[in-house]
């Protein structure tokens, strides 16, 4: 059982938590790098562990992000004005850069020489990578380069990234996500019918897999067990890599996923009870059709859909469209869409699930080993070691895998060269 103390410490992620503090640590996506295009553009309201933020980018193509308060009368920063490399705040004119320094103080007679030093912004390091705006947001004597994700150093034309708002605390959705348990289930359209995909005729799927979890220098390897005959295994391998990424096994017909594209999620916290839900796709091989981008990113995208400010049509205050003449006809959860489906099951247990009332089963064994790798390092960054994965972007670079294998064959060793991934930062 799950005690309440231990879910307080998993779910809690403001300043000065014990989680909130693991996971400053690691570099997260903070925007999509089109919503801060232009230099100069319009600020951009942000809110990431808690914290309340700004971001902008300034006329040298600089991107700043900031606690959004501005130091005279406590204003958001995010009606200022963005002009001539500052965010200058609409009250009195106080104006401040990208590193959080203040720069001008019009409204006091000698320039505000001796407040600017005590007006300094707490700001935020950030990167661009793979169409987003990464940010850092732990101490920075701590920070490391961002994760070498190969996906986020791919071609534009190769890879795509989105977002979307989701309504419950980030520790639930990361157990969705590394859950394959429920691929069985949730997102299929035949009721109780032997699991469509993969379609491989050597394959006989089942909806009872075997788990088997391996800690991973980046995090954990969670690999799904099926039948595939009575000399194989059908193996879904999804890498959890810290603090909060996923990787989604391809399905495909072929007895293994060498050459395909693959897609995941990162589940960033927006505070206790709302997260954005990324999700990106990447192809290692070849650029993507428009038609794929369109599936992978548009805002009717197999993600969606979402509005202009990545908020879903289909949420808990419509039963994210629950139609149940449809669930009666073969779709199972009676809702459209992966994501919605993933959003009505983990927003319906509350925005932070009672973990103490649980009833898990075998087939739960990732979800606990990630809830107690999460507490362990929590734990041993607050005794003052620091989390290793943090200081090793190099680590990431990793892909997830489908693939038959003899059953002698561990699935860590079988599926070893599907897992690395192809890009590294050097090659950039």
Request: glycine letters at 8%.
């Amino acid at each position: 059982m799950f005690s309440q103390a231990d879910n307080e410490l998993l779910t809690r992620v403001g300043p000065g938590t014990a989680m909130g503090n693991l996971l400053r640590r690691f570099w997260m996506p903070a925007l999509i790098e089109s919503e801060l295009a232009a230099p100069d553009g319009p600020p951009v309201r942000l809110r990431l562990l808690g914290e309340d933020l700004v971001a902008f980018r300034d006329t040298r193509g600089r991107i700043g992000i900031l606690e959004a308060a501005c130091a005279h009368r406590r204003v958001s920063l995010y009606f200022g004005r963005n002009e001539e490399c500052g965010l200058r705040c609409a009250y009195h004119g106080w104006k401040y850069d990208v590193d959080g320094n203040c720069v001008d103080i019009p409204s006091e007679p000698d320039g505000g020489t001796a407040l600017k030093p005590m007006a300094k912004r707490v700001s935020y390091p950030t990167a661009v990578r793979g169409g987003a705006v990464w940010v850092y947001m732990g101490p920075k004597e701590f920070a490391a380069a961002p994760p070498d994700f190969e996906w986020s150093l791919l071609p534009e034309r190769q890879r795509t990234v989105t977002k979307r708002l989701q309504e419950c605390n980030w520790a639930q959705a990361v157990e969705g996500g590394i859950d394959s348990a429920h691929v069985s289930f949730l997102h299929q359209r035949v009721t109780l019918a032997p699991l469509p995909v993969p379609r491989n005729p050597l394959i006989v799927a089942d909806r009872q897999p075997i788990f088997e979890v391996k800690e991973s220098r980046f995090g954990l390897l969670v690999a799904a067990r099926r039948d595939a005959g009575p000399a194989s295994y059908y193996w879904r391998i999804t890498p959890f890599l810290l603090p909060f990424f996923q990787m989604i096994p391809p399905v495909v017909e072929a007895p293994d996923t060498h050459d395909c594209a693959y897609s995941g999620h990162a589940w960033v916290p927006i505070d206790d009870e709302n997260i954005w839900n990324w999700s990106f796709a990447a192809n290692p091989h070849r650029a993507f059709t428009d038609a794929e981008r369109a599936f992978h990113e548009s805002a009717d995208s197999q993600w969606g859909p979402i509005d202009g400010n990545y908020l879903p049509l289909r949420n808990r205050r419509n039963d994210y469209g629950l139609d149940r003449a449809a669930q009666k006809q073969g779709l199972f959860p009676g809702v459209e869409g992966l994501a919605n489906q993933d959003a009505a099951v983990q927003e319906s247990m509350g925005a932070i699930v009672d973990r103490s009332r649980e009833l898990l089963g075998t087939s739960d064994r990732p979800i606990v080993l990630f809830r107690r790798l999460m507490l362990r390092l929590a734990a041993a960054l607050a005794a003052g070691t620091e989390p290793e994965p943090a200081r090793h972007g190099d680590w990431y670079n990793v892909r997830s895998a489908s693939v038959v294998l003899d059953r002698k064959i561990p699935f860590e060793e079988g599926a070893a060269w599907l897992l690395e991934g192809a890009v590294r930062q050097a090659a950039e």
